[in-house]
């Protein structure tokens, strides 16, 4: 039985079914945990494992969990699914920023990615860091030498170190095939 009580509209990572193929070969990324966000929860029993949670769901934007995280959408709406309690593998999940970047992406905190990297089931060897080669800026032609782009700088509003503050413990864009999203057909829609 989860000892901790969830709350509406809090981030969580839960435990991804893939009904779309069997192998893994109709595209797409297949983490083993994907990003929601929980609905309204205040009238359920968020301890009991069998309860089922309505969630809006995300998907990564580069494959992995390192990178950006977009909303799920179908037919030009964010997909909603339901999970169970006990499907949820994280919780208390925050990001870089408070508000959505431009485009609507959302980025994990270090400390969240740091709990990714040691989560049983995350598989994060595998998915952890953006399989794609990173740009070289410049041309060789100039001064100085070539170096990797850089990442995208958290918003000032709040940075990470600011949002952190507890002790760190657990706390549509799809097109199916098409690199850096969820496979088709997941999250299973279970209604």
């Known amino acids: 039985m989860r000892s901790q009580v969830l709350e509406s ?40 494992p069998d309860t ?35 499907e949820v593998a994280l919780t208390k999940v925050y990001f870089t920023t408070k508000k959505e970047k431009k485009g609507g ?25 953006d399989p794609r080669p990173r740009p070289v800026r410049g041309d060789g032609k100039g001064k100085g030498k070539k170096r990797p782009m850089q990442q995208e700088e958290p918003d000032e509003e709040e940075s990470e170190e600011e949002q952190q503050g507890g002790s760190g413990e657990e706390s549509d864009c799809s097109s199916p095939g098409s690199p850096g999203v969820a496979a088709a057909g997941s999250p299973l829609r279970r209604r």
């Open 9 to 48: 509209n809090s981030w969580i990572f839960y435990r991804a079914k893939y009904d779309c193929c069997t192998k893994n070969d109709c595209g797409g990324a297949h983490l083993p945990l994907l990003l929601a966000q929980l609905t309204d929860v205040d009238e359920v029993d968020t301890q009991d």
């Open 52 to 86: 089922r949670l309505e969630i809006k769901c995300w998907t990564p934007a580069d494959a992995c969990y390192d990178g950006d995280w977009v909303k799920w959408k179908e037919r030009q709406k964010q997909l909603i699914s339901t999970v169970s309690v006990a």
């Open 105 to 129: 992406k959302r980025m994990l905190a270090l400390a969240i990615r740091t709990q990714l990297r040691g989560h049983s089931q995350s598989k994060y060897a595998e998915f952890g860091a």
